[in-house]
């Protein structure tokens, strides 16, 4: 490359630098001037000023792990009930997360639509006033107001996988799921359907098990606790709920005992009668 060349292509290359510089302190001088005359670009400040104190703000990314022990634990492995399980042990923070996004994205529908009723109240005349090109200005304005658009959480990813990697790292396997709120809001309302089946009368009924009923007659001796009553007696040994199901009363050992039938009854009448 001759002496001459390198001068040409050095003087183009430092005019292009100069050109942009003054390029870019121009167009951030007519930015400026923009953001202080528009309109439209002030009632979406004021807008957003409400909005940020409406919008709530929560984490976005969250990770459930499992490291399995087995080929076969990773072959069997259901994520959907790991990231079930994972929720559930911290039912309050997911149910409180849920809430929030769900808010934000009802809140954020009248947000968009009252930032898409604010419109532009700039004419030629007021460009001009301010030095600044019609057509620039309108360009500038569009573009400070789109990047000022408020942007809430209205969704959240949760990367669910599960590895096993087999003795000295042979061979090592993965799956995985992304799930997001709606996927959180399904886990929530399966765990509200459990926690409800578990508080009926149905699944209460259904944990007296002949092994609970016979654990509770060993634990009381084969007797009634009301009046001392055997088998040998020639009477029939119940197990009963000291609070009935129909009260509230659980299926647990400190809520059972061992009465006869003539206790039992006795009692059926007194309950009733209450």
Request: aromatic fraction near 12%; charged fraction near 30%; charge should be positive.
């Amino acid at each position: 490359m001759s002496k001459e060349t390198i001068i040409i292509v050095a003087t183009v290359i430092l005019f292009l630098i100069i050109f942009g510089l003054i390029a870019y302190f121009v167009n951030k001088k007519w930015t400026n001037k923009v953001k202080t005359v528009s309109e439209k670009y002030e009632k979406l400040n004021q807008l957003n000023k409400e909005y940020q104190k409406i919008f709530v703000i929560v984490n976005t990314h969250f990770k459930f792990e499992k490291t399995c022990t087995t080929k076969y634990q990773i072959d069997k492995i259901n994520l959907f009930k790991f990231f079930c399980s994972n929720i559930a042990d911290d039912f309050s923070y997911y149910d409180k997360l849920t809430e929030n996004v769900l808010l934000n994205r009802k809140n954020q529908k009248t947000y968009q639509w009252m930032v898409e009723n604010i419109n532009s109240t700039v004419t030629k005349e007021k460009a001009k006033e301010v030095k600044v090109p019609y057509k620039t200005f309108v360009k500038i304005e569009n573009k400070i107001f789109d990047k000022a658009i408020l942007k809430p959480i209205v969704d959240v990813i949760i990367h669910c996988y599960a590895t096993y990697t087999s003795p000295h790292g042979r061979n090592s396997y993965r799956k995985e799921r992304y799930y997001g709120i709606s996927d959180v809001k399904s886990a929530i309302d399966e765990i509200n359907q459990q926690r409800e089946y578990r508080q009926s009368k149905q699944y209460q009924r259904s944990l007296m098990t002949n092994s609970l009923r016979y654990d509770i007659l060993k634990r009381d001796g084969f007797r009634c606790q009301i009046c001392g009553a055997t088998a040998a007696d020639g009477v029939k040994l119940h197990v009963d709920h000291i609070v009935p199901i129909a009260k509230g009363g659980k299926t647990e050992p400190s809520n059972l005992r061992t009465l006869c039938d003539r206790c039992n009854s006795g009692k059926s009448d007194k309950i009733e009668s209450d």
